[in-house]
């Protein structure tokens, strides 16, 4: 059976495709940093009606670049996105991703409240000076409790990507959050997830250390 095997040609090959297959009109309304957030989504999900989902609000990739040139402290409402993003690059930029979801008093407090851990956990994050940005790909919660704090100028994040998946409150939730012109990546509808999120800050790592 021939098939081919090597990775990068693989990944390379992958790219020719889904440009060749991209509608022309979703090519020529993105900027070419943008087209390659919006290709590296295809690629993750094989699903080219991302072309027409995703939005950039207040030039989220650029805000990102010099954010994450900084070396800063991330936010992720999963550990599959602190799993999926690239160790090496954000070892290099002096990154680091964090979440709370599993630590105790998270656990004990929501709980108590009744609420999701999601929404404590978010709302310990945004305690944090250090957290400049947040990545959400699972819980509508997290953003609407994110959305409440920059609303209260309790926290004012260099950058947001806002993808969440879901039936109940996805899509309600990153409708709302685009409203408020914080610089991000937002995913309309019920499509997004934690994959999503990997692959939007992968390829805008890519551009940070691509300019180094």
Known sequence: MSYVKKP?????RSFDIIEDEMNSEVLKKFSHEELMVVKRVIHTTADFQY?????????????????LAKGIKIYADTNMIKAGVNP???KRLNCEIVNFVAD??????????GVTRSIVSMEKACKDPNIKAF??????????????????????????????????????????????????????????G???AVAVLNAILYLVDNER
């Open 88 to 90: 090496r690059t954000l």
């Open 135 to 192: 990545l959400i790909g699972n819980a509508p919660t997290a953003l609407y409790t994110l959305a409440e704090h920059i609303k209260n100028g309790l926290t004012d994040p260099d950058f947001v990507v806002a993808v969440p998946v879901g039936f109940v409150g996805a899509e309600e939730s990153k409708n709302e959050f685009s409203t408020m012109e914080v610089p991000s990546v937002v995913v309309s509808g019920r499509k997004g």
């Open 51 to 67: 072309g027409d989902l995703i939005e950039f609000i207040k030039n989220p990739i650029e805000k990102a670049k010099k954010s």
């Open 104 to 113: 105790n008093d998270v656990i004990k407090e929501a709980g108590e409240r």
């Open 8 to 12: 990068m040609e693989i990944e390379d």
């Open 194 to 196: 934690s994959t999503v």
